[in-house]
Nanobody
Framework: QVQLVESGGGSVQPGGSLTLSCVRS????????MAWFRQVPGQEREGVAA???????TYKYSVKGRFTISKDNAKNTLYLQMNSLKPEDTAMYYC???????????????????WGQGTQVTVSS
């Protein structure tokens, strides 16, 4: 089993920055992809950024140039650096891991088998 624990969420004014962290523990294997998703109550969960095992990144169009996904393998930690935050970025953010190859867009939630509990990000003036 794999455990994913997110942290780093909080409240920030528009234009501000936050860095989310996701610490992975449990079974040791090389994941196919790790990603960040977000969800607003009453809406579907959406993929924000993904980092596959080859080091390729995929971003939701609306966060390109503002968000950066990265990973520190020595610390078993996935990061999401979020800059120039907007009120529409307000959501619960989840970390996810794919244990198998998907063959599709890594921002699709069906590719992921392990999920964290989420960390809330609120962007408001």
């Amino acid at each position: 089993q794999v455990q994913l624990v997110e942290s780093g969420g909080g409240s920030v004014q528009p234009g501000g920055s936050l860095t989310l962290s996701c610490v992975r523990s449990g079974r040791t294997y090389r994941s196919y992809s790790m990603a960040w998703f977000r969800q607003v109550p009453g809406q579907e969960r959406e993929g924000v950024a993904a980092l596959d095992r080859q080091g390729s990144t995929t971003y939701k169009y609306s966060v390109k140039g503002r968000f950066t996904i990265s990973k520190d393998n020595a610390k078993n930690t996935l990061y999401l650096q979020m800059n120039s935050l907007k009120p529409e970025d307000t959501a619960m953010y989840y970390c996810a891991e794919a244990a198998r190859d998907y063959g599709g867009n890594w921002l699709n939630e069906w590719a992921y088998s392990s999920w964290g509990q989420g960390t809330q990000v609120t962007v408001s003036s």
